[in-house]
Antibody, heavy 121, light 106 residues
Framework: QVQLVESGGGVVQPGRSLRLSCAASGFTFSSYSMYWVRQAPGKGLEWVATALYYGDNKYYPDSVKGRFIISRDDSMNTLYLQMNSLRVEDTAVYYC??????????????WGQGTLVIVSS | DIQMTQSPSSLSASVGDRVTITCRAGQSIRTYLNWYQQKPGRAPKVLIYAASNLQSGVPSRFSGSGSGTDFTLTISSLQPEDFATYYCQQSYSTFKTFGQGTKVEI
């Protein structure tokens, strides 16, 4: 079955870096766009990054643009999120999610279980 | 960015009630609207895609409607397992955005 497993979360000081990984299985990873979505404690969902399956197209919201880098290794079926210059407000559970599509649209499905990042001094 | 606004932010309901949650987009997004359910400590899961299409495996008591800027998620008869937080999300833009969530409580 389709499975996404995140890792790499932890406690990090403000200004430092952290890299998250998402190991994918059960589908042809190279044929799907992938996403990172985060959720601060007690808050809602926020899309963080997109890596399309074709070309080198990547997208970010303004809140992380210039600090976060999404990448993928199709040979290893793994998605990454390099997070630099971390801020206290980046504290959240980070989920990776696969693109699903139909009826000319797309959505996030499935999701991994999430990995917690705490930015604190 | 396209702003998504849900209402209400929370609601109290009983088992068997009909529940309606609304989502308004800051501009027309046609039917590029998805609904998710999230339970505490769990990842979200998709219920409805493209405004009105029921995801495989989701009970038929869930339904979605709307187009343009105004959308609705309806639970026809609330069940104990439906107490959760619900989010709308637009996929019209490359820059995805979610509503702030609606918590359905007993």
């Amino acid at each position: 079955q389709v499975q996404l497993v995140e890792s790499g979360g932890g406690v990090v000081q403000p200004g430092r870096s952290l890299r998250l990984s998402c190991a994918a299985s059960g589908f042809t990873f190279s044929s799907y766009s992938m996403y990172w979505v985060r959720q601060a404690p007690g808050k809602g969902l926020e899309w963080v990054a997109t890596a399309l399956y074709y070309g080198d197209n990547k997208y970010y919201p303004d809140s992380v643009k210039g600090r976060f880098i999404i990448s993928r290794d199709d040979s290893m079926n793994t998605l990454y999120l390099q997070m630099n210059s971390l801020r206290v407000e980046d504290t959240a559970v980070y989920y990776c999610a696969r693109d699903s599509f139909g009826d000319s649209t797309n959505w996030f499905d499935p999701w991994g279980q999430g990995t917690l990042v705490i930015v604190s001094s | 960015d396209i702003q998504m606004t849900q209402s209400p932010s929370s609601l109290s309901a009983s088992v068997g009630d009909r529940v309606t949650i609304t989502c308004r987009a800051g501009q027309s997004i046609r039917t590029y609207l998805n609904w998710y359910q999230q339970k505490p400590g769990r990842a979200p899961k998709v219920l409805i895609y493209a405004a009105s299409n029921l995801q495989s495996g989701v009970p038929s008591r869930f339904s979605g409607s709307g187009s343009g800027t105004d959308f609705t998620l309806t639970i026809s008869s609330l069940q104990p397992e439906d107490f959760a937080t619900y989010y709308c999300q637009q996929s019209y833009s490359t820059f995805k955005t979610f509503g702030q969530g609606t918590k359905v409580e007993i």
